[in-house]
Structures are given as C-alpha cells and as structure tokens.
C-alpha cells in the first residue's frame, strides 16, 4: 500500500468512525433513521461499484438480488434459525450468488445494451413474483428483531456504518488482486484482457456474483431496518434508478458510493417534503447519467484521475530536470548485431490458411520462430501480417493449418488459454484502462505478482515513465511500449509483436529495435515482430519473412531478404528504389 493510499484510507476509516460517533450523538432519532437508509443505499451501491464500475457490465437487476436476501432474513427469521441477524446476513447475501452467476451467464454471450435488456428482464420477472407473493413474516406479523446489541436505530447505524466499511475494505483487496484488476481491462477491451491471459468468462462470473453477494447483504440489512419489506422496496424502476446514480458518482470508489446512499435517502425525503413525485428523482439522475455517459467518466473517478495525474506531473517534472540520455542516432544503432537465430523451432506454424469470405488473407503460411530468436513479419499493408498474429494466437478460429508452441497442438485452444501456455501479444491499438497506473498494468500482464524491480527494469529497459505515473497521461506511442513490456513480464514462449514502434521518432525505433534484439537472451523470450519501419528490423531481426497478398514472398537472413528485389518491388512498387 502506497502513501496515498495509506492517508485515503486513513481518512475514510476515521470518517467512519466520526459518523458512528456524532451521528447519534448530534442527530434525532428521524435523521438517525435516514442516515441508516443512506448507509443500506451505500452498500447496495457498492454492488453496482462492482459490476458496473469496475467490470462495466450493464447490470439493471442489482435490487433483484437484494430482495433475495431480504426474503433469506425473513425466512430464516420467522423459523426462528439459529445463529442469529449477523449469521442470516451473509446467508442472505451468499443465496443471491447462485442467482447472480445465473444471470452472469448471458453476459458471456452479449454485451451492452442486450445484456441491460435481459437483466432488466429479470428484474421485471423478480417484480412480479414479489407482487405476487409477499415477503415472510407479512401474514404472520412477524417482524425482524435486531440483534440486541444493534436493537436501537443509533446501534444499528453502527452496524450498517461496520458493514459497509468491512465490505469497502474487502473490495479494496480484491481489487488489487489480478482477478478485481482484470475488471478494469475487461471494462476497457475483452481481447486485450484474453491476450493477457484472463478468462473473461471467470471475470464477468466473478463479478456478477461478487456484486450479487453485496446487493444481498444489503438487502438483508433493509430488512432488519424496516423489520418487514415489501415488494416495492425493491421494484424494478430503483434498479433502473440506482443504475443512473452508479454512471453518474462511481460507487466502485467508496467515496461515491455513500454519496450515492446519501443522495438517494435525501432525495426521496426531500420530494416527499415538497409534495413532488418520488420517480422525479430517477428522472433527474438519469438525466446527469446521459452526461456522465457521454463523457464516459464518472464524477468520483474524474476527482480521483485529477489528483493522481498532478502527483504524478509533478513527479515527471522532477525528472525532467535530470541529466537526459543521448539519442541513439541511425548510425550508432545500425551496428547493432542481429540475435543469433536460436536453435530448436519454439512457435511453428504449418499451412496456415484464412479466408474472410471470399477473401483469402493467408494462403499456406509455413513459419517458424526459433528459440532465442527474433523473427521478423514484414509486408505492405493488407498484406496479411495482423491476421497471422490474430489466428496464431486464437482470435480467429476455423483458420486451416497447425499451430504449435513448444512442440505441443495449440490449435484447439482458446486466446487467454494460448497465453496460458505461453504465447502473448500486442495489438495495433491499445485499449489499456486509463484509471491504471503502468504497474498495475504490467502486473495484469505478467499474470503473477511482480516485484518493484522486476517492473522498474522492465519500465526502464523499454524506455516508459515511473511505475506509479497512471495510463491516462503516458502517449500513445509509450502505451505500445508498455503493452510491450507487460507482454514481456508474463515471460512467454513467445511474444508477437503487432507494430510495436507506430508513435515513435526515427531515434526512439532504432532504440527499441536494438532492445529487442537483446530480449531473448535478457528475458528468455522469443520474438515474432511485425514492422513497417525497416532500421528497426535490421537492428532486431536476425530473420526476417515477407508476407504479400497473404502468401510468403521470401524468407530468410534479414539482409538478404531486405536485398532482394522482388521484395523491394513488392513493398515499394518498383525494384529500383532501396528499402533503407
Ligand atoms: N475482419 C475482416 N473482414 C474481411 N477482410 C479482412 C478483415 N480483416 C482483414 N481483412 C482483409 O485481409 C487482408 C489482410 O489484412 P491484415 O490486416 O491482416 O493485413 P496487414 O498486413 O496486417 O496490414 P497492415 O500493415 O495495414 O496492418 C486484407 O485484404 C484485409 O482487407
């Protein structure tokens, strides 16, 4: 845990602990009782924080899986079952998982607004069964008595206020483990989440019963306020609402999800004092929803992303004013002695054939990359290279042709299962959530904890910013470095490179093309590189094949390939113009 993170946690823990003191102490017992309902939104809110915030899923069932745990409380209330209101509590919360992985199921299949319909489907389907059946205890009477400790509205503002900071800080954990972490890059691109390795299906599962977990307790912990719930506690249209409210403030920061608790207990009481209708408040948030919608940033998330990107200004700045390293001119790099090209085949790919329709965008491809080496795939544009790397690593399937890493058939194998085993890649846009810092980023990538050395000498070796400095104010040309350096720091079999150097001055390509040269031997890893930019294939490459019209054009030592005028003639348009 950092400095920051230290001081926020600090602060948030101690105005947990001035609530629970000047809350009864300073309110009357009707305030009181509307600061318990702000707390219970809180908690239901860090259910959408989950799934919405970090995983970007568009949940409209959230108060679904609240009901089912108010409905567990109850149960398990009028049979008097044992263990007590802090035992049902997490029964509550853990019935509505089943539930939540049920729902979750579609969401491997569909995405956006499709997946709002069928959650919102079930949340329609939970209303009606409510409104058929009523909650346990409604026709017995028996109302939920709190725990004696927790009996007074005070003491159980205390309770509401314990839960809910357990819960923020058992999130906060969680998200600094690689399975909260890949939430963040799921929200932001599923394929760059399966080339790190993530199984998507698991982390939207995850999530959606995560989320489903909380909403549950939440719903219990309105059951033991009011004693007795009905269905309209829980009605579709506060779903809907709440959603609104979660784009908005960004529950999944805990700050934002009290705001959210805060403004949905006020609201209601503050059109109820006017005399206006209660769905005027949906209405409003959803409106302010629209905008933070458009802008895509949710109001605790752009007071968050400020502050770190002053701290981390303010950092970069400071390092500016250090001694600088010379550029590395063509000529210094030029020099630069080719890998040797290693010894027994590590990728060997055999007949690869993929059509787009009736376009044939690989004919009968035969490549090999060797251990220790660093293969070029060089062409025109159109030529062929992207699909290669996309079939290789199992984001095109029904290609024709084998594929093996490392002697053994990958071609059954789904993306994140290829990079599994041992094959990574980048891709021509990065899609890196921008609420990452590089460590975090890098940390994804390797699929394992990485020491602060281990990810500074990455940084350092590919030339990006200190670790702490988040996405959202590094170049695009660095973020392919950093896509670069988190496909290296999972150490792969073999890494394939999709245009690495696009970004980048003439000096900064040469650089890297002479870093990469030395990576086999430095990391242990392999490389496929696809580049348009050929001083840097002459200074990384120690082979090089040349890919036209999705056939193989010439393969070999790279200078004799780069020499060869059918190669110039196909790259150029005409044989009598040098390649470099
Ligand atoms: N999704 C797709 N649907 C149909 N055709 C496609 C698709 N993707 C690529 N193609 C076609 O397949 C061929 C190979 O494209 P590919 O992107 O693999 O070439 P490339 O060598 O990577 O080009 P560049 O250097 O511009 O990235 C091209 O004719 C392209 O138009």
């Known amino acids: 845990m950092n400095m920051i993170d230290k001081r926020a946690w600090g602060m948030g823990l101690g105005a947990a602990v001035l609530a629970c003191v000047a809350v009864p102490a300073l309110f009357s017992s009707y305030w009181t009782y509307l600061a318990i309902t702000a707390v219970v939104g809180a908690v239901i809110m860090q259910s959408y924080g989950v799934i919405v915030g970090r995983a970007g899923v568009m949940s409209l069932c959230?108060?679904?899986?609240?009901?089912?745990?108010?409905?567990?409380?109850?149960r398990l209330n009028l049979a008097d079952a044992p263990g007590g209101f802090l035992l049902w509590l997490v029964l509550g919360g853990l019935a509505a998982v089943p539930v939540g992985v049920a729902i979750g199921l579609p969401a491997l299949r569909i995405r956006g607004v499709n997946l709002a319909v069928v959650t919102f489907g079930f949340?329609?389907?939970?209303?009606?069964?409510?409104?058929?059946?009523?909650?346990?205890?409604?026709?017995?009477?028996?109302?939920?008595?709190?725990?004696?400790?927790?009996s007074g509205n005070a003491a159980y503002f205390v309770l509401t206020v314990i839960v809910f900071t357990l819960l923020a800080l058992g999130l906060a954990l969680f998200n600094r483990t690689?399975?909260?972490?890949?939430?963040?890059?799921?929200?932001?691109?599923?394929?760059?989440?399966?080339?790190?390795?993530?199984?998507?299906?698991?982390?939207?599962?995850?999530?959606?019963?995560?989320?489903a977990f909380i909403a549950g307790v939440g719903g219990g912990l309105m059951a033991g306020q009011l004693g007795l719930v009905v269905s309209s506690n829980f009605a579709m249209g506060q779903s809907l609402a709440l959603?609104?409210?979660?784009?908005?403030?960004?529950?999944?920061?805990p700050e934002g999800a009290v705001m959210g608790g805060v403004f949905g207990a006020v609201m209601a009481t503050i059109l109820e004092k006017l005399r206006l209708p209660q769905d005027l408040g949906g209405m409003l948030f959803g409106l302010f929803a629209v905008f933070a919608l458009r802008s895509g940033v949710s109001q605790t998330d752009f007071t968050r992303a400020r502050k770190r990107e002053r701290d981390a200004r303010k950092l970069l700045a400071a390092l500016a004013d250090r001694p600088q390293e010379p550029e590395v001119t063509a000529a210094e790099a030029a020099p630069a002695p080719p890998a040797p090209a290693g010894g027994e085949p590590c990728l060997e790919v055999r007949g690869l054939t993929v059509r787009y329709g009736e376009v044939v965008a690989l004919d009968a491809i035969d490549l090999t990359v060797p251990s220790g080496g660093v293969v070029g795939l060089i062409g025109p544009n159109g030529a062929g290279k992207s699909t290669f790397i996309a079939a290789v690593t199992g984001f095109i399937g029904g290609y024709q042709g084998?594929?093996?890493?490392?002697?053994?058939?990958?071609?059954?194998?789904?993306?994140?299962?290829?990079?599994?085993?041992?094959?990574?890649?980048?891709?021509q846009t990065t899609v890196i959530a921008p609420e990452l810092t590089q460590y975090e980023y890098l940390t994804i990538g390797a699929g394992r904890r990485l020491s602060r050395e281990e990810a500074d000498e990455l940084l350092d070796f590919f030339g990006c910013p200190p670790g702490e400095v988040p996405v959202s104010i590094v170049d695009v040309g660095t973020r392919r470095l950093l896509d670069v350096a988190a496909a290296i720091a999972a150490r792969p079999k073999v890494a394939l490179l999709d245009e690495p150097a696009a970004g980048q001055s003439a000096a900064e390509s040469l650089k890297l093309g002479r870093r990469l040269a030395e990576v086999p031997a430095r990391f242990g890893v392999s490389i496929l590189l696809v580049e348009h930019d050929m001083e840097l294939v002459r200074a990384a490459c120690a082979q090089v094949t040349v890919l036209d019209f999705g056939h193989v054009i010439a393969s070999g030592s790279t200078r004799d390939v780069l020499d060869d005028p059918a190669v110039m003639a196909a790259y150029l348009g005409t044989a009598d113009v040098p390649l470099v």
């Open 62 to 74: 959230q108060m679904s899986f609240a009901a089912i745990g108010a409905w567990v409380v109850l």
């Open 243 to 253: 959603f609104a409210v979660a784009i908005l403030i960004g529950p999944h920061n």
């Open 123 to 150: 949340a329609v389907s939970t209303d009606i069964v409510l409104n058929a059946n009523q909650f346990p205890g409604t026709t017995e009477l028996k109302t939920l008595t709190r725990p004696g400790l927790f």
């Open 402 to 427: 084998t594929v093996e890493l490392a002697g053994q058939s990958i071609d059954r194998l789904s993306p994140s299962a290829r990079a599994g085993r041992g094959l990574r890649r980048t891709f």
């Open 178 to 211: 690689r399975l909260g972490m890949s939430w963040l890059e799921l929200r932001y691109s599923e394929r760059a989440a399966a080339a790190h390795g993530i199984s998507v299906a698991r982390s939207k599962l995850a999530a959606f019963a995560i989320s």
